[in-house]
């Protein structure tokens, strides 16, 4: 019951900064423009966590799932020699498009739309995925929602049944998730298909704790 609450206290929470905080931040000396409809990276401790974590070489080719304003897809394109971003929601990645070109990474960073991996061919290999899925128990509703709801976690259950066609034999799975979603059960799914994990590294907040977890089939 306690979890369940918190978990209402965040939804409010994301909610209120969506309709009422600002439409242009900055974050990590970077730019990034939003809307009330796109997951506003300064806001959100997920955002700048996990983007300070992120170790790519600059022959890594990478894909970022779930890519909303684009942050992980810009931050990795600093140094990686590809990156695809995708998102379900048109309107993220028509931001995320706007945010690459003006953080001069256009050459680096392509954005497209689809639902996980649908609008890929398995012939894309990645060194690195990125993945910041939705964590919160309800229905979506509208796109923006998307990014919250993952009702019985059927998306992150997709994510690591698809996933490994689309990753290099030793490439790897970089994934932040909540302590007040079950986290357990997330790294348990993925066991299932096959996946192992390690730590990245951990970091409590106001609300929850925040878990960043490396993926590997091998």
Do not use: C
Not at 21 to 37: A, D, L, Q, R
Not at 54 to 66: A, E, F, S
Not at 99 to 107: A, C, F, L, P
């Amino acid at each position: 019951m306690f979890t369940r609450l918190k978990q209402i206290f965040v939804i409010w929470l994301i909610k209120k900064v969506q309709k009422y905080g600002p439409h242009k931040v900055h974050v990590s000396g970077k730019t990034y423009k939003v809307s009330e409809n796109v997951f506003n990276p300064k806001y959100y401790y997920t955002s700048e966590f996990m983007a300070r974590h992120i170790k790519v070489t600059p022959g890594d080719t990478v894909l970022d799932m779930g890519t909303g304003s684009g942050i992980q897809a810009i931050t990795a394109g600093r140094t990686a020699a590809r990156v695809v971003a995708v998102d379900i929601n048109p309107e993220a990645v028509r931001l995320a498009g706007k945010n690459v070109r003006d953080n001069g990474v256009e050459n680096i960073v392509s954005v497209i739309e689809g639902d996980l991996f649908s609008s890929l061919s398995p012939q894309h290999k990645f060194s690195v995925i990125l993945f910041t899925p939705p964590y919160l128990e309800g229905t979506p509703r509208s796109f923006f929602d998307n990014s919250l709801f993952d009702p019985q976690k059927e998306l992150v259950r997709r994510f690591f049944r698809e996933a490994k066609e689309y990753l290099d034999p030793d490439g790897y799975v970089q994934m932040i998730y909540s302590s007040i979603a079950g986290p357990e059960q997330v790294i348990s799914i993925a066991g299932q298909f096959g996946w192992k994990h390690s730590i990245i590294a951990r970091e409590k907040t106001f609300t929850e704790e925040f878990i960043i977890y490396k993926l590997t089939l091998n």
